[in-house]
T-cell receptor, first 114, second 113 residues
């Protein structure tokens, strides 16, 4: 079982460049999420998609856009990367049916912006 | 902003000892979850406790929840070197069909031989 797959695993960008982080899940989950994790901190929600065709802002959406391409895939785009966006980005999915279930996480994309 | 705080920020124990970490949160919740993160990896779900539960066990893990104090604790008994990781609590307060987690700042656990 692949679970949640994120690509790429590592990326270095220059300030002002654009980039799309990809996420795919094979568990037929309805909801998908993008988080960022900065050193010494927990995860903060950037955007989420409760179901195919919907997206909503999380706690730290500025500087990011998302696309729920289909039920399996949820991408995160940085249009003009800034050094403050250097972070580890995690994608997660959630089944939706029934409350009180965990989210499932990918292994992360480590992004450095110079 | 982070939902709450975890303490201690770091904990170092010897193999075989118990490890206790605490989590406090600020708003009402549906459930509280604990996740483990090994260095360079994603988060792995450990245990979920519902707002109407006070204690839950899973193997060597014991979680308590006190909603009146808005706090939870995670106890790992008979720790092993493989338990070395960061541990995060996360609260889910969303009433819709999608989970919305808010994470604490984490406890870094080091278990030495």
């Amino acid at each position: 079982n692949a679970g949640v797959t994120q690509t790429p695993k590592f990326q270095v960008l220059k300030t002002g460049q654009s980039m799309t982080l990809q996420c795919a899940q094979d568990m037929n989950h309805n909801s998908m999420y993008w988080y960022r994790q900065d050193p010494g901190m927990g995860l903060r929600l950037i955007y989420y998609s409760a179901s195919e065709g919907t997206t909503d802002k999380g706690e730290v959406p500025n500087g990011y856009n998302v696309s729920r391409l289909n039920k399996r895939e949820f991408s995160l785009r940085l249009e003009s990367a800034a050094p403050s966006q250097t972070s580890v980005y995690f994608c997660a999915s959630y089944r939706t049916r029934g409350l009180n279930q965990p989210q499932h996480f990918g292994d992360g994309t480590r992004l450095s912006i110079l | 902003s982070q939902q709450g705080e975890e303490d201690p920020q770091a904990l170092s124990i010897q193999e075989g000892e118990n490890a206790t970490m605490n989590c406090s949160y600020k708003t009402s919740i549906n459930n509280l979850q604990w996740y483990r993160q090994n260095s360079g990896r994603g988060l792995v779900h450990l245990i979920l406790i519902r707002s109407n539960e006070r204690e839950k066990h899973s193997g060597r893990l014991r979680v308590t929840l006190d909603t009146s104090k808005k706090s939870s604790s995670l106890l790992i008994t008979a720790s092993r070197a493989a338990d070395t990781a960061s541990y995060f609590c996360a609260t889910d307060g969303n009433t819709g069909t999608a989970s919305k987690l808010t994470f604490g700042t984490g406890t870094r656990l080091q278990v030495t031989l």
